[in-house]
Nanobody, 126 residues
Framework: QVHLVESGGGLVQPGDSLRLSCAASGLTSKYYGIAWFRQAPGREREGVSCLRLYDGDTYYGDSVKGRFTISRGDGKKTVYLQMISLKPEDTAIYFC???????????????????WGQGTQVTVSS
């Protein structure tokens, strides 16, 4: 059974950095990808970034390119989202999700992901 647990959220000021972690267990397929999504109040869930575990390819949403970096821990069971130059519009609940055999053209769409964590709140405010 796949289990995902996010951590690292918090309250930061504009321009600050933050690193989120997603601890994954129960991944049995070699073709899994781990993605980060976020959802702000009253808005749809937005794809932030994805890391395909089997080839290391990474993908980013347009709103975070150049500011966020997704990476895998040495043990390969933790995926990180390093966020820099945070803006108030980055405020949201951040979720990690796992999906098997992802379609590249739709890799940041929630429908491709079967398992989700409980989310961690990120608030960017002065």
């Amino acid at each position: 059974q796949v289990h995902l647990v996010e951590s690292g959220g918090g309250l930061v000021q504009p321009g600050d950095s933050l690193r989120l972690s997603c601890a994954a267990s129960g991944l049995t397929s070699k073709y899994y990808g781990i993605a980060w999504f976020r959802q702000a109040p009253g808005r749809e869930r937005e794809g932030v970034s994805c890391l395909r575990l089997y080839d290391g390819d990474t993908y980013y949403g347009d709103s975070v390119k150049g500011r966020f970096t997704i990476s895998r821990g040495d043990g390969k069971k933790t995926v990180y989202l390093q966020m820099i130059s945070l803006k108030p519009e980055d405020t949201a609940i951040y979720f990690c999700a796992s999906g098997d055999t992802l379609t590249t053209s739709a890799i940041l769409l929630p429908r491709q992901y079967e398992h989700w964590g409980q989310g961690t709140q990120v608030t960017v405010s002065s």
